[in-house]
């Protein structure tokens, strides 16, 4: 799969956070990375919180995303090259030092970096791919290849022998798929309904709703 990084110019208000969220929620549910979503969820909130409460709200900043090898790369860019981010150690009772905090427990790195004209906050998040390019072993996954290994076993002559290609393990899906079809209607099912059934079990697992948005990534 190929995940392309992106940023997107916005403008640092409490009114933002909710939006952006909602597009770091609908760009790791296209990269199939929804079992970060939280996390990431929450250090975007918190590097933003960090611009409005530390530099100002209305500060001119830009989100930037990407992929790190398998470590998912958030980025916070400000024009403010004096207000540094600290991780302070703050008791339930404080109010300052709670957001890098927070980006410390859930990140497995985070850092700054000063440039010229802008200061860039970022955090990079693990998420459980096995290549930079590959997809997360979640349970579904995992059941699915079981399937297609199967299938190959029992039709050589079709999908060949060891492991599958793309191209190939496309196929078997299709194969499979058809398969299943055939056994529905051989068993009197309504075939309409298991596969809207199924299509809403899958929007409900890669994730929640998600609100319209009137913005757009940049290419």
Do not use: Y
């Amino acid at each position: 799969m190929s995940r392309k990084p992106w940023d997107l110019d916005f403008t640092a208000e409490p009114e933002e956070v909710g939006a952006l969220r909602r597009l770091m929620r609908l760009h790791l549910g296209v990269w199939g990375l929804q079992e970060v979503t939280d996390a990431a969820q929450l250090c975007l909130s918190e590097l933003v919180s960090n611009i409005i409460t530390h530099i100002g709200a209305g500060t001119p900043a830009t989100l930037a995303v990407s992929m790190n090898g398998v470590h998912l790369r958030i980025e916070v860019h400000d024009p403010d090259t004096r207000a540094l981010p600290t991780l302070l150690d703050a008791n339930v009772e404080s109010e300052s030092g709670r957001g890098m905090a927070l980006i410390d427990a859930v990140a497995a790195r985070w850092g700054v970096q000063l440039r010229l004209d802008r200061k860039v906050t970022w955090c990079e998040l693990a998420t459980g791919l096995t290549s930079p390019n590959g997809h997360v072993e979640g349970l579904g996954v995992l059941r699915a290849e079981a399937m297609l290994e199967l299938c190959a076993a029992k039709s050589p002559r079709l999908f060949g022998a060891g492991r599958l290609g793309r191209a190939v393990a496309e196929e078997a899906v299709i194969t499979a798929i058809t398969d299943f079809l055939h056994w529905l209607r051989a068993h009197g099912c309504d075939v309409e309904d298991v596969l809207d059934r199924a299509q809403s079990r899958h929007d409900a697992e890669l994730s929640g709703p998600v609100d319209g948005l009137s913005r757009r990534p940049s290419a």
